[in-house]
């Protein structure tokens, strides 16, 4: 599915994508090259070298419950949460995963009840991040199976609810809707960092999942991190890392550290510093695009978008409104959109896909700044001329 035509070639001097205006454009997954202009700005401040005999063991951290975290990376995620105030570390397990994919699958095995004679039900309340689905019944587990939506679910016994905040794909605020005493709790809190959302408080949660893909756009190191209550749930998710890849890069992890020390340095500085706060840089990017799909949509007869409450960030110090990584398109009932979308040369994702209808479409707000305004254009041209299934 990864497209090269469409990515920022090494070889590319200009660092422009080159598209043409017959270009196809892919839209479908979250691929967060926005912030990569930042990044570049950052020039050598994030440049790491590794000589040949460095990071050879499979160890990191001998004592520790998670022995493959490298110390500066858990010191990084913690200090971070602190600077930006959106999660509760102190007292908490910390776990690294290659990716917040690996460790949502940790937290399936972790906290799922073996023995019963029924797998557990694994429910997110649509519309839901597709993957979870995908990801859940890949294997057939023997212990945990997808149940969908979890404004449907209904059965007796014990069950795994994701909650995904923002949600991923309609950038909506959540909170548990089963709340059952059965009930085991994965928060999936990918997106809320102040470049997406209003931060409103520390989250306070049993299992929470973040990832660097979302945080500051580095979705190639496949770095992810769980902050965990329990001490019985964190060694079992260790484990699962264990045994499924023993540990995650130390490359990574050194990278991941450093990048996110200089985000720390930023917020700390701003202001005063010649480096720029990344999350107010986020922030303002994703609010200018925002405000030009809008003015897109705005008087459109055939599109919506939902509407976003606008909130104190204890972050900022200001009342902002969200600004999600995807816009959650809406058409009239039945319509295929993703359908008409492709028809157009743009590749989205369809509501199915997120268990709702196909008159929703998800579109990724994280392109590079030439392909945004190729979508921009040709999502006006549709209204200009109507829905045609050419
Ligand atoms: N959770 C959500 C809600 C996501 O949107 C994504 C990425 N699209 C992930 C998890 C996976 O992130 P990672 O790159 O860390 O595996």
């Not at 892919?26 to 005999?53: A, V």
């Not at 959302?197 to 756009?217: E, H, N, Q, V, W």
Request: charged share 25%; net charge negative; aromatic share 12%.
């Amino acid at each position: 599915a990864y497209d090269s035509k469409n990515s920022i070639s090494a070889n590319n001097p200009t660092k422009k994508l080159l598209l043409s205006p017959d270009s196809f454009i892919n839209l479908d997954h979250g691929d967060p090259t926005i912030f990569q202009p930042y990044w570049r700005k950052m020039g050598e401040r994030c440049t790491m070298e590794i000589s040949g005999s460095d990071l050879m063991s499979y160890f990191s951290d001998v004592g520790n419950f998670c022995w493959f975290l490298e110390p500066q990376l858990r010191d990084a995620i913690k200090r971070l949460h602190r600077t930006v105030g959106n999660a509760v570390t102190e007292d908490r397990y910390v776990l690294v995963g290659t990716g917040s994919t690996q460790l949502f699958q940790a937290a399936l095995y972790a906290v799922s009840s073996p023995g019963g004679s029924d797998r557990t039900s694994v429910v997110c309340a649509a519309p839901y991040y597709s993957s979870y689905k995908e990801e859940t019944d890949f294997l057939q587990s023997g212990l945990y199976k997808w149940a969908g939506d979890a404004y449907a679910f209904d059965k007796e016994g014990p069950y795994i609810e994701i909650v995904t905040s923002p949600n991923n794909p309609d950038g909506s605020i959540r909170e548990a809707v089963v709340n059952r005493e059965e009930g085991k709790l994965i928060h999936d809190l990918a997106y809320y960092w102040p470049q997406y959302t209003p931060i409103t408080r520390p989250a306070d949660y049993d299992i929470m999942l973040f990832t660097f893909s979302k945080s500051t756009g580095h979705a190639g190191s496949r770095i992810g991190w769980a902050i965990v209550k329990d001490e019985v749930v964190a060694r079992k998710m260790a484990k699962f890392i264990e045994l499924s890849s023993i540990g995650v890069s130390k490359e990574s992890q050194l990278r991941a550290a450093k990048i996110l020390g200089v985000v720390i340095e930023g917020c700390q500085h701003f202001g005063t510093a010649d480096i720029e706060n990344f999350f107010e840089y986020g922030q303002r990017l994703m609010s200018e695009r925002w405000e030009k799909l809008k003015a897109v949509v705005k008087n459109s007869q055939i599109f919506g978008l939902p509407k976003y409450p606008i909130e104190w960030c204890s972050f900022t110090g200001k009342y902002i409104e969200s600004h999600p990584a995807f816009a959650w398109l809406k058409c009239k009932e039945d319509t295929d959109i993703e359908t008409i979308l492709r028809a157009n040369k743009m590749q989205t994702r369809g509501g199915e896909r997120f268990g709702v209808g196909r008159e929703y479409v998800r579109i990724s707000l994280l392109s590079p700044e030439e392909m945004f305004n190729l979508f921009l254009e040709r999502l006006s041209a549709i209204e200009e001329k109507g829905i045609t299934y050419e």
